[in-house]
């Protein structure tokens, strides 16, 4: 079945310092692919996403390309700020309008 | 506009009593979800409703668990009795249409339950 895998957290960074949070699948077909953040005491909120191969999500300095050489949706951001510390969800659909499967999260925090 | 919307926020039971939560989805919305998201761990599906039919509802426990959504509007999460290991947020969220589904998905704050 369909699966989504991340790196483990928590991951600490200093604040500026650049960001990698990695992200591979397991789908049949063609997914798209979705980073989703839930920030402390909110709700799920859609970072970017990708519906195809080759294309690059971004959205508030933060990129992901759809890989599927490699099955891969790395999340990146070239310098983090403290309000970005959150919890980071890699997900997928399988495009027929059905559920998300998400992976673990991963925890970031961002330090001054 | 309004986004989706749950109640309680949060919820203490003690294990083998009965719980609800409600979720009232964005206006308009034909697809409503919920999800469970136990600590440590990212949602889970439970069920998936398309106005006010199942369309899949395979990870959701029948024996303990269960969900309506009548009118095809706000729809209810019930749990009856309580297990140690229902402990979780249940997140609710929705999406215009199916196919919007797969390209985006709304969600609300969540109930956080604890069972004690």
């Known amino acids: 079945g369909n699966s989504v895998t991340q790196m483990e957290g928590p991951v600490t960074l200093s604040e500026e310092a650049f960001l990698t949070i990695n992200c591979t699948y397991t789908a049949t077909g063609y997914p798209s692919l979705f980073w989703y953040v839930q920030y402390p005491g909110e709700g799920l909120q859609l970072l970017l996403k990708a519906t195809k191969a080759d294309d690059k999500g971004s959205n508030k300095g933060f990129e992901a390309t759809y890989r599927k050489e490699t099955t891969s949706f790395h999340l990146e951001k070239g310098s983090v700020q403290v309000s970005d510390s959150a919890v980071y969800f890699c997900a997928l659909t399988d495009n027929q309008g059905g559920k998300l499967i998400f992976g673990q999260g991963t925890e970031l925090s961002v330090k001054p | 506009e309004a986004g989706v919307a749950q109640s309680p926020r949060y919820k203490i039971i003690e294990k083998r009593q009965s719980v609800a939560f409600w979720c009232n989805p964005i206006s308009g919305h034909a697809t409503l979800y919920w999800y469970q998201q136990i600590l440590g761990q990212g949602p889970k599906l439970l069920i998936q409703?398309?106005?006010?039919?199942?369309?899949?509802d395979s990870q959701l426990p029948k024996d303990r668990f269960s969900a309506e959504r009548l009118k095809g509007v706000d729809s209810t999460l019930k749990i009856q009795p309580a297990k140690l290991e229902d402990s979780a947020v249940y997140l609710c969220?929705?999406?215009?249409?199916?196919?919007?589904?797969?390209?985006?998905?709304?969600f609300g704050p969540g109930t956080r339950l604890t069972v004690t």
């Open positions: 969220a929705s999406s215009l249409d199916r196919a919007q589904g797969a390209r985006e998905q709304y």
């Open positions: 409703f398309q106005n006010n039919g199942v369309v899949d």
